[in-house]
């Protein structure tokens, strides 16, 4: 029986298209004892509740769980309910992706980065970003997100480079948590992870994710590409880290928060490993295991890259069996085609608006920017909202201003591809529910289990 939560912690039944007050108690009971991290990863979908008649009036089951975490879709479907009522001038950030350092140990083949942080060097003169000018920044983002109506917005570390190598990693992991309220996410390689750094993400962090090259020694020396072979980082080493991220954060308690997992992209050489993979990540005590196609590299024919019969098998029977291997969750790309994802196959389905740029913009370095597209990137007059100087108030300028309300009118017209068109389009879907009811007041969305 599928059953919703509302936001008083109240559980429904939801026998066919309306909720009911009754469930068990035993019912009762078992959705009581989840953590809030299951409460998040274990969510099965999006439904708007009229709740006069308690009819059910829409609902979405792709909510993508791990992608939003530690928030959810939940808390985009409420910012935008929100934002109809006229209850918030504008969305709040909700989701900032930070790319804060610009080196890198590792050599991957496929790496998105390389152009752009040779692009950033040479055109934004950005290497590194200095912690009390980046202190001052998040405050600022902080502040702004707050008095648009959220409390703690999810603050990605990521990109560019390794950042385990930033100095100031531990430091800025605890301020942002303790002075911004931010919930920290963060991902990387872990080959350069020290001590310190280790605690401080068991510590304050709510999503670690630990990016293998390939999912075995050998595909993972192959793809990583590392300088000095004779002090290689291994995946053994990589699985090492993790168990030791698993009783970090045992130490500290945070099993119900801190969601720890692993994430790969597709490679031949990883066929007849993805599930050996999960299986040891679900016995060290991890949550979670991506597998994810990445862009096809330029000039490069998709065609060439069929994934074959055992990896799509494979990666089949990984999707049904996770939870028996210990893994509280999975992502496998939906469509088992080929290996790569060619961004251009989606442009039939622009959304009409880009949500994305207002809720999710990234930090290059102090640069706030609309998205993470590489052309995005690039184009310094039509992208970036501008640089911060981390001063209280310039984000209304910044964003809310002249030149952020003009950025935003190019796009998406003038997008060739996007990189958020999920979250666009949910957005799309979530307004476009919503702006055809009579009375917002009398709605309210709920997570459905
Ligand atoms: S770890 Fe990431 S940034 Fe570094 S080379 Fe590999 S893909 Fe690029
Ligand atoms: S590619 Fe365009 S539409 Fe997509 S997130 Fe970026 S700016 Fe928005």
């Known amino acids: 029986m599928k059953i919703a939560i509302d936001k008083n912690n109240v559980v429904y039944s939801i026998p066919d298209k309306h909720i009911e007050n009754e469930v068990n108690e035993y019912i009762n009971r078992s959705i009581n004892f989840l953590n809030d991290k299951e409460r998040l990863m274990k969510a099965k979908s999006l439904i708007l509740v009229e709740k006069s008649t308690k009819k059910v009036i829409f609902e979405l089951s792709m909510i993508h769980n791990q992608h939003f975490y530690p928030l959810s879709i939940l808390d985009y479907a409420n910012v935008m309910l929100k934002k109809m009522k006229g209850e918030i001038s504008n969305f709040p950030i909700m989701s900032l992706d930070s790319h804060d350092y610009n080196f890198c140990d590792f050599n991957c083949k496929d790496c998105l980065a390389v152009d752009t942080r040779k692009w950033a060097k040479d055109n934004l003169n950005f290497t590194n970003f200095d912690i009390n000018h980046y202190k001052k920044v998040l405050k600022e983002i902080a502040r702004y997100s707050k008095k648009r109506g959220l409390d703690s917005l999810r603050f990605e570390m990521s990109g560019e480079g390794n950042p385990d190598m930033y100095p100031y990693r531990e430091e800025l992991i605890k301020y942002a948590k303790e ?167 989606d442009d039939n389905y622009k959304p009409s608006q880009c949500y994305s740029s207002l809720v999710s913009p990234i930090l290059y370095g102090p640069n706030l920017v609309i998205c993470t597209h590489w052309e995005k990137i690039k184009d310094i007059k039509d992208s970036h909202y501008g640089k911060l100087l981390g001063k209280e108030q310039e984000l209304e300028e910044i964003i809310d201003g002249e030149n952020g309300c003009r950025i935003r009118k190019c796009v998406p017209e003038k997008c060739s591809s996007c990189c958020s068109i999920y979250d666009n389009q949910v957005m799309d879907l979530i307004r476009a529910q919503l702006s055809i009811l009579n009375d917002l007041n009398d709605v309210e969305f709920m997570l459905t289990y």
Do not use: W
């Open 179 to 345: 002075e911004c309220n931010m919930r920290c996410v963060y991902i990387s390689s872990g080959s350069r992870l020290n001590e310190k750094t280790i605690d401080a993400l068991a510590k304050y962090a709510y999503y670690v994710r630990i990016s293998f090259p390939g999912v075995c020694n050998e595909a993972y020396s192959k793809y990583s590409i590392q300088k000095n072979k004779n002090q290689e980082f291994t995946y053994d080493d990589a699985m090492n880290l993790i168990q030791k991220l698993v009783d970090k954060r045992k130490e500290y308690g945070r099993e119900g928060e801190l969601m720890i997992g692993a994430r790969t992209c597709m490679r031949p050489e990883n066929v007849g490993e993805y599930i050996k993979t999960a299986k040891r990540l679900g016995e060290i005590g991890a949550d979670s295991f991506q597998i994810v196609k990445i862009l096809v590299p330029e000039g490069e024919e998709i065609e060439k890259y069929k994934l074959n019969k055992e990896a799509v098998l494979e990666l089949k029977q990984l999707n049904e069996n996770y939870k028996k291997y210990g893994l509280m969750h999975i992502q496998v790309p939906g469509k088992l085609d080929y290996m790569y994802y060619d961004r251009k196959l």
